[in-house]
């Protein structure tokens, strides 16, 4: 069994324990479906409306509400400080969460990462670049790389 096999088989087994739910024929159950990764506009200038312009969407697939609490979602660059770790959160059954790169107020369907500092603080990169959901325990339950500069985002 593949190496990366393995790693989804456990990370599935782990969600599905978590929720009690059945297993599931294909994909993770909290899936990263999309990444926002070249912000609207050009060039980009790292104003905060620029940075909330990339952003990443995580969903619920299962029919349970899943806390999200300590679940972390990372791109490629090994930083603590491009690693947003989520607090007390509850993604509904079949919800979408976006997690914005810039400065905001959370809300139920938006989270911020809360960056700022001009163009060192987009997280997605605008060619390639790599998206990682780990679970509290640290386990990897998704990930989404993309590699073009023809498209602003990618769809999982
Ligand atoms: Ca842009
Ligand atoms: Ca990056």
């Not at 990339?54 to 972390?72: D, F, M, P």
């Not at 060192?120 to 790389?145: K, P």
């Amino acid at each position: 069994m593949h190496i990366r096999s393995l790693l989804m088989a456990a990370a599935l087994a782990s969600v599905v324990v978590a929720i009690s739910q059945p297993a599931y024929a294909a994909g993770p159950v909290i899936q990263i479906n999309k990444i926002y990764y070249d912000s609207p506009g050009s060039p980009d200038f790292g104003a905060n409306s620029s940075l909330n312009g990339e952003y990443a969407q995580i969903k619920n697939r299962t029919k349970q509400a899943v806390s999200l609490k300590g679940w972390t979602l990372r791109d490629k660059t090994n930083r603590s400080d491009h690693v947003y770790t989520f607090g007390t959160f509850t993604l509904g059954a079949g919800k979408t969460i976006t997690v914005r790169t810039g400065k905001g107020k959370n809300t139920t369907i938006t989270r911020y990462w809360n960056r700022s500092g001009g163009t060192l603080a987009y997280i997605w990169n605008q060619d390639a670049d790599t998206a990682y959901l780990r679970n509290a325990s640290g386990m990897l339950i998704d990930s989404c790389s993309y590699n073009s500069t023809r498209y602003d985002y990618k769809i999982c």
